[in-house]
Nanobody, 126 residues
């Protein structure tokens, strides 16, 4: 059972990146999937989450209108399209999966997820 996060890199402010979270050993479409990030000296932050069906999505206020989460269950993969990147988006991004309900004003914490990827570094230069 493994989650593999990829797609990070160095980009200038205003640029775009697409992160991928590929699952192996289990069917990702049974689980909600979330993207979290941790910047140096800061606590982990829930960035965006998507329900198992893809019908419910959560975005942190800091990324609304700039990031889009999606899933391709045929590829067992969840994506995070990040546009209009800002230096404050610089962090290690992690994906996570778990039997999480995104209803009722859900706010991601992280502890509710069972599986975690290894993280991918995103660096946005000014």
């Amino acid at each position: 059972v493994q989650l593999q996060a990829s797609g990070g890199g160095l980009v200038q402010a205003g640029g775009s990146l697409r992160l991928s979270c590929a699952a192996s050993g289990f069917a990702l479409d049974y689980y909600a999937t979330g993207w979290f990030r941790r910047a140096p000296g800061k606590e982990r932050e829930g960035v965006s989450c998507i329900s198992s069906s893809g019908g419910i999505k959560y975005y942190a206020d800091s990324v609304k209108g700039r990031f889009t989460i999606s899933r391709d269950n045929a590829k067992n993969t969840v994506y995070l399209q990040m546009n209009s990147l800002k230096p404050e988006d610089t962090a290690v991004y992690y994906c996570a999966a778990g039997p999480v309900s995104l209803i009722n004003n859900y706010v991601p914490v992280g502890d509710e997820y069972d599986y975690w990827g290894q993280g991918t570094q995103v660096t946005v230069s000014s």
